[in-house]
């Protein structure tokens, strides 16, 4: 097991942006494709963002797509979600997970996931 750690939720106004942070620990994620997933309460849990670390192929679900933008540092073991336009929809608890491959939108190809961050927008 390798821990991941989200960071960056909290509070905002339906039209606000928040951005978050996932950091791996102990170790880098070169080989590994990275991922955002959600879950709002009583809600299964939904594929938000993928980005391969050894390269820069991104895919997003369509409900957030224009509006989040997925990214790495030039370290490749930190991962950001830039979330703008948020809406009352988006609040969920946001993970972030580690994939061997090279990132998809299924959460049972993710061998590592962190423990959450809330994201709650009003409206």
């Known amino acids: 097991q390798v821990p991941l750690v989200e960071s960056g939720g909290g509070l905002v106004q339906a039209g606000g942006s928040l951005r978050l942070s996932c950091a791996a620990s102990?170790?880098?994620?070169?080989?590994?494709?990275m991922g955002w997933f959600r879950q709002a309460p009583g809600k299964e849990r939904e594929f938000v963002a993928a980005?391969?670390?050894?390269?820069?192929?991104?895919h997003y679900a369509d409900s957030v797509k224009g509006r989040f933008t997925i990214s790495r540092d030039n370290a490749k073991n930190t991962m950001f979600l830039q979330m703008n336009n948020l809406k009352p929809e988006d609040t969920a608890v946001y993970y972030c997970a580690a994939s061997p491959g090279s990132g998809s939108a299924y959460y049972y190809e993710y061998d590592f996931w962190g423990q959450g961050t809330q994201v709650t927008v009003s409206s």
């Open positions: 980005i391969a670390w050894n390269n820069s192929r991104t």
């Open positions: 102990g170790r880098t994620f070169g080989g590994y494709a």
